[in-house]
């Protein structure tokens, strides 16, 4: 079984804005030559509720240290990280428990046939996603090639994620296509 990883988007309270980003597209699922970049990226924050910041924010890749380190002790060796600077606007205090994650594998598994979309370009967004498993590649994280803002992690990965209690994850369990 695999899940989708989203960020908690109606309950985010933080406006993350980048100063210094990725020179290429982190949705392609392509290794990223680092020695083309200037390092480490810098993204301003501000959060009117003062609130803690969540561990993911997926519009941007950025994902707290904690939860990449709980990605890779369930097995996942797929993620480039990138230093990665959060700076506080307010204070101007600088927070460097987040890392840019660039997750290599772009993988064609949805059952576009039987799942609800709507087309997006040459991609699609996927209202009810259906994926064929088999194709997955037994890779535990990866981005849907059909959809590539869309995160699929393996139940096992699910579960690491659910039990490290994350602000702002959340995980949607996807369906399979039946059998052929």
Same mark, same amino acid.
């Given at each position: 079984?695999?899940? %989708? ?13 980048? #100063? !210094? #980003? ?7 699922? =392509? ?10 990226? =810098?993204?301003?924050?501000?959060? +009117?509720?003062?609130? +803690? ?11 707290? *240290? =904690? /939860?990449?380190? $709980?990605? #890779? *002790?369930?097995?996942?060796? !797929? /993620? %480039?990280?990138? #230093? $990665? ?5 307010? $204070? ?36 009810? /996603? ?13 981005? /849907? &090639? ?16 659910? &039990?490290?209690?994350? =602000? ?6 996807? *369906? ?5």
């Amino acid at each position: 079984m695999y899940y %989708q990883l989203e960020s908690d988007e109606p309950a985010m309270t933080a406006y993350v804005t980048a #100063e !210094n #980003e990725c020179s290429e597209s982190l949705v392609r699922g =392509r290794f990223i030559d680092p020695a083309g970049e200037n390092l480490p990226f =810098r993204y301003t924050y501000r959060d +009117p509720s003062g609130s +803690p910041l969540f561990d993911y924010y997926s519009g941007d890749n950025l994902m707290s *240290k =904690r /939860l990449v380190d $709980t990605l #890779e *002790k369930a097995g996942v060796d !797929n /993620l %480039q990280k990138f #230093e $990665t600077e959060l700076v506080d606007e307010r $204070t101007g205090g600088i927070n460097k428990d987040f890392w840019i994650v660039n997750i290599i594998g772009l993988v064609s598994c949805a059952a576009v046939d039987l799942s609800t979309t709507s087309e997006l370009g040459s991609s699609y967004y996927f209202h009810d /996603l259906i994926i064929n498993p088999k194709n997955t590649g037994d890779l535990l994280v990866f981005r /849907l &090639a059909e959809s590539m803002i869309d995160v699929l992690v393996d139940e096992k990965v699910a579960k690491k994620i659910e &039990a490290g209690d994350f =602000r702002g994850v959340v995980l949607h369990p996807v *369906k399979t296509a039946p059998p052929v």
